[in-house]
């Protein structure tokens, strides 16, 4: 299911619906990209679900394997045998990644002897809020080690104590790729897809999304990154943004329609 697709699908409900909520190719864009993300914050978990007696969203991050399995195409394994791990300057102080959304889980490695022998051990850094941090620092008891070793996020970093970790493994949930639905016009000025990756050779009176009026135009397209149960969902976001509302049943109806079809 690529971006046409989901466009097509989102066609086919308005008309059926005879809302007359018709989405442009152009229009579509936008509104994917703002539907994608929604989608993310709802798989991570909406707070404004939180209610009384009720203090967890409905769907939640790693609540279930199907809710992992939603986004695990999004998790980033920093320490990975093909990343390297976070790195920790002298301060304390490491730099968020430029795709970093929301955070999974933070550890080190520590050498210990065991023995006389080195041994290496996976501690867990335990991820504090501003309040924790500051009382935490100064605790008489169990103030931050290489055992119980701490970090805190603020705006475009992450603060560790102790100070000397050197590097951490950081697994997150990175932003997903913006989403683009790229076309060029036939020679009826009707819409035609161009599926990411593809090129296109303009023929008479054809004309490319830039403009272009001859030669070769290459896919600016960039799919969804998510399977097709989740578009589909993402699909019912973007009618609830044009005013229709359908129940979950009336969606997957609908698109089992429209991919038996082929509308």
Same mark, same amino acid.
């Given at each position: ?68 399995? !939603? ?62 941090? !500051? ?28 100070? !000397?970790?050197?590097?951490? !493994? ?94």
């Amino acid at each position: 299911m690529n971006n046409a697709s989901i466009l097509a699908l989102i066609q086919y409900i308005a008309n059926k619906e005879q809302t007359g909520n018709t989405v442009s190719p152009t229009e579509f864009t936008s509104i994917l990209q703002v539907a994608t993300l929604k989608h993310l914050k709802r798989k991570i978990g909406l707070p404004e679900e939180y209610r009384v007696g009720m203090p967890v969203p409905r769907q939640q991050f790693e609540a279930t394997k199907k809710l992992t399995d !939603d986004i695990s195409q999004l998790k980033v394994w920093m320490g990975s045998p093909d990343l390297m791990p976070l790195q920790i300057d002298s301060d304390g102080i490491a730099t968020t990644p430029t795709d970093f959304y929301y955070p999974s889980s933070l550890s080190y490695k520590h050498a210990e002897n065991v023995d006389c022998e080195p041994v290496i051990k996976k501690r867990v850094i335990e991820v504090l809020t501003d309040a924790q941090w !500051d009382e935490i620092l100064n605790h008489s008891i169990r103030p931050p080690s290489y055992k119980y070793p701490v970090c805190n996020f603020q705006n475009g970093f992450i603060r560790f104590a102790p100070t !000397d970790l050197k590097f951490a !493994d950081f697994v997150y949930i990175r932003f997903p790729l913006i989403p683009v639905y790229d076309y060029y016009f036939d020679s009826n000025g009707a819409y035609v897809y161009l599926p990411q990756g593809s090129t296109h050779t303009l023929l008479a009176g054809e004309e490319g999304s830039q403009g272009q009026t001859t030669g070769t135009v290459v896919s600016l397209s960039q799919e969804v990154e998510f399977d097709d149960t989740n578009k589909i969902d993402i699909a019912g976001l973007i009618l609830q943004m044009i005013g229709i509302n359908l129940r979950e049943g009336q969606l997957f109806q609908y698109a089992d329609k429209v991919t038996q079809q082929g509308v």
